[in-house]
């Protein structure tokens, strides 16, 4: 395989189409394994040491810090790939590829030399809502909190947690603005209780559980302000914020889903017997399922220019623009609803075959989870409305806020 032509901002020494071949290699243990998975409550050993080979949390770090430094494009494309194997799988690979990153970029020097040091294996998990308190002491502070959906975070080495700052009297501590300070904080996973508290419809095998920390020691070069982080490097890039980066995420693990749905359906309808016999013959459902492929279609190749104008910018030595954001969470969006409707479409098409335990069952059972999602909350989409509209077009994006500029 040749080596394919790269722009010197990016990663020059992995292929991410090895990457492809390895996942497609590993995609029968983790679809086999699927059911174990969401038994278990998390990823089953077999199915965590078949993805671990991959190195997600490492997919977007620099190569500096033993990265594979890829365009958002292919990762895109790889946490598609894996999801469409296995949804849970997909969602606890998105989460350690986004979490990486973000560390990747914001933390100091100190701390990534540390985590990303040669021969280490670091991935992170955590929840980047501030259900914790921070209180300073010396050399760094003490956090106690309690956080839920912690996505992937037994098979996690470091947590990422946010926290408010206490003012020294039990209230968060603020900024110059008047803005409560919210801190992303790092620490070893097996320095926090983990309360399990993951009894859900979907995304069973994630893991996504309850945890705490008390009284833990937070060294101060292991934080980061989480909704004004400012890059220490690939700036340009990671411009995206927290917020950016997470979307790369969501977005790869809705395409998958979404993929898998069709492709499952349309192989039902293609049996020659029984309800998916009667289901071939039917004008109306080839009608039905061409809207849907459509959709689906439609938004990924969205997707895909979104994020290629995002890589265009970048290489130019450019920092990602409000209107570009406001492009992802639009993006964003339309691909988790063209995956709704897929497996809406899909779950009522396939009848009581997709009632039953199986790829069809669990796929919308993932689907409805994730689309429930605050990254994708109609509060966000309104707000890019407005900028695309012009009438925000005074404001930057903070977290998941459209903010005057200060």
Same mark, same amino acid.
């Given at each position: 395989?040749?080596?394919?032509?790269?722009?010197?901002?990016w990663?020059?020494?992995?292929?991410?189409?090895?990457?492809?071949?390895?996942?497609?290699?590993i995609?029968?243990?983790?679809?086999?394994?699927?059911?174990?998975?969401?038994? /278990?409550?998390?990823?089953?050993?077999?199915?965590?040491?078949?993805?671990?080979?991959?190195?997600?949390?490492?997919?977007?770090?620099?190569?500096?810090?033993?990265?594979?430094?890829?365009?958002?494009?292919?990762?895109?494309?790889?946490?598609?790939?894996?999801?469409?194997?296995?949804?849970?799988?997909?969602?606890?690979?998105? &989460?350690?590829?986004?979490? !990486? /990153?973000?560390?990747?970029?914001?933390?100091?020097?100190?701390? &990534?030399?540390?985590?990303?040091?040669?021969?280490?294996?670091?991935?992170?998990?955590? $929840?980047?809502?501030?259900?914790?308190?921070?209180?300073?002491?010396?050399?760094?502070?003490?956090?106690?909190?309690?956080?839920?959906?912690?996505?992937?975070?037994?098979?996690?080495?470091?947590?990422?947690?946010?926290?408010f &700052?206490?003012?020294?009297? !039990?209230?968060?501590?603020? #900024?110059?603005?008047?803005?409560p300070?919210?801190i992303?904080?790092?620490?070893?996973?097996?320095?926090?209780?983990? =309360?399990?508290?993951?009894?859900?419809?979907?995304?069973?095998? *994630?893991?996504?559980?309850?945890?705490?920390?008390?009284?833990?020691?937070?060294?101060? #070069?292991?934080?980061?302000?989480?909704? *004004?982080?400012?890059?220490?490097?690939q700036?340009? =890039?990671f411009? =995206?914020?927290?917020?950016?980066?997470?979307?790369?995420?969501?977005?790869?693990?809705?395409?998958?889903?979404?993929?898998?749905?069709?492709?499952?359906?349309?192989?039902?309808?293609? $049996?020659?017997?029984?309800?998916?016999?009667? =289901?071939?013959?039917?004008?109306?459902?080839?009608?039905?399922?061409?809207r /849907?492929?459509?959709?689906?279609?439609?938004?990924?190749?969205?997707?895909?220019? &979104?994020?290629?104008?995002?890589?265009?910018?970048?290489?130019?030595?450019?920092?990602?623009?409000?209107?570009?954001?406001?492009?992802?969470?639009?993006?964003?969006?339309?691909?988790?609803?063209?995956?709704?409707?897929?497996?809406?479409?899909?779950?009522?098409?396939?009848?009581?075959?997709?009632?039953?335990? !199986?790829?069809?069952?669990?796929?919308?059972?993932?689907?409805?989870?994730?689309?429930?999602h605050?990254?994708?909350?109609?509060?966000?989409?309104? /707000?890019?409305?407005?900028?695309?509209?012009?009438?925000?077009? #005074?404001?930057?994006?903070?977290?998941?806020?459209?903010?005057?500029?200060?």
């Amino acid at each position: 395989m040749n080596k394919p032509l790269r722009h010197s901002y990016w990663g020059q020494t992995t292929d991410h189409r090895d990457i492809l071949k390895k996942i497609k290699e590993i995609g029968p243990i983790l679809e086999r394994n699927a059911p174990a998975d969401e038994a /278990a409550g998390e990823l089953t050993k077999e199915t965590f040491e078949a993805l671990r080979q991959l190195r997600m949390s490492h997919s977007m770090a620099p190569e500096d810090l033993g990265g594979a430094q890829l365009p958002p494009r292919q990762v895109l494309e790889l946490i598609e790939a894996i999801t469409w194997y296995s949804g849970s799988a997909g969602w606890v690979s998105m &989460v350690h590829t986004a979490i !990486g /990153a973000m560390s990747a970029a914001f933390l100091p020097d100190t701390a &990534v030399e540390k985590l990303f040091a040669p021969g280490t294996e670091h991935r992170f998990s955590g $929840q980047g809502a501030p259900l914790g308190m921070l209180k300073e002491v010396e050399g760094g502070y003490k956090l106690n909190g309690k956080w839920s959906y912690g996505s992937g975070f037994s098979h996690a080495t470091y947590s990422h947690s946010a926290a408010f &700052v206490d003012d020294g009297n !039990g209230k968060p501590k603020m #900024d110059e603005h008047g803005n409560p300070i919210i801190i992303c904080t790092h620490a070893p996973i097996e320095q926090h209780k983990q =309360l399990g508290n993951w009894d859900v419809l979907g995304l069973k095998g *994630t893991g996504s559980i309850d945890y705490a920390a008390e009284d833990l020691f937070i060294p101060d #070069d292991m934080v980061y302000p989480i909704a *004004t982080a400012i890059p220490q490097r690939q700036k340009e =890039l990671f411009s =995206l914020g927290v917020i950016g980066l997470a979307a790369i995420g969501h977005t790869g693990w809705a395409m998958g889903a979404g993929r898998r749905m069709l492709d499952e359906i349309a192989a039902f309808a293609n $049996q020659k017997t029984g309800r998916a016999g009667m =289901l071939g013959e039917s004008d109306k459902f080839w009608y039905d399922y061409g809207r /849907a492929e459509t959709r689906m279609r439609a938004a990924r190749a969205l997707v895909m220019e &979104v994020w290629g104008d995002i890589e265009a910018t970048v290489e130019k030595g450019i920092p990602v623009s409000t209107r570009q954001i406001t492009m992802v969470h639009m993006a964003k969006s339309e691909i988790h609803e063209a995956a709704e409707n897929a497996v809406n479409f899909a779950y009522r098409a396939a009848g009581g075959a997709s009632l039953r335990a !199986g790829t069809m069952q669990r796929c919308f059972r993932d689907v409805m989870v994730a689309v429930n999602h605050f990254t994708i909350a109609p509060n966000i989409v309104g /707000a890019a409305g407005r900028e695309l509209s012009g009438l925000w077009s #005074d404001r930057v994006w903070q977290f998941y806020d459209l903010v005057e500029k200060k």
